[in-house]
């Protein structure tokens, strides 16, 4: 059996991409790999992952992730800033998933800081 994609769409295996950000081996260097991996946290079911990358001055209490949802794609359309050496950026993405038999996307612009060297989740606008 070959080894797990990331759900990112990456094309590497789930262990050498996202897997280390969510096991704690590794962090996001830019913001785009902090959303690929907050995506793939969604997919896999790491509420604590999703939690742990929020900003806290946005970050909800507790995060019940719905267990009827099943993401099954990935695509980012455009970046600003959150390279390796900058504080802020943002990511527009569309991220696929089916619910109750129904695909559906989310189309959103995600906002993201780095503090402290670690890139955090803002908050996101849905742009339908």
């Known amino acids: ?3 797990r994609r990331c759900p990112c769409g990456t094309g590497l295996t ?5 897997g280390r950000l969510h ?3 590794a962090t996001a260097g830019t913001a785009e790999q902090l959303m690929r991996s907050r995506y793939s946290a969604f997919a896999v079911s790491d509420a604590a992952h999703l939690l742990a ?3 806290p001055t946005t970050r909800p209490r507790t995060l019940d992730l719905d267990p009827g949802v099943r993401w099954t794609g990935l695509d980012v359309l ?5 390279s390796l050496l900058a ?3 943002t990511v527009e993405f569309r ?3 089916v619910v109750h038999r129904v695909a559906r996307a989310q189309h959103e612009l995600s906002r993201f800081a780095r503090e402290g060297g670690r ?4 908050d996101g606008t849905s742009l339908a």
């Open 53 to 55: 990358t929020w900003h």
């Open 95 to 97: 991220a696929h998933h």
């Open 78 to 82: 455009a970046t600003s800033g959150g």
């Open 119 to 122: 890139w955090f989740y803002l």
């Open 23 to 25: 096991d704690g081996t």
């Open 87 to 89: 504080a802020e950026g």
């Open 1 to 3: 059996m070959s080894p």
């Open 14 to 18: 789930y262990v050498e991409c996202c």
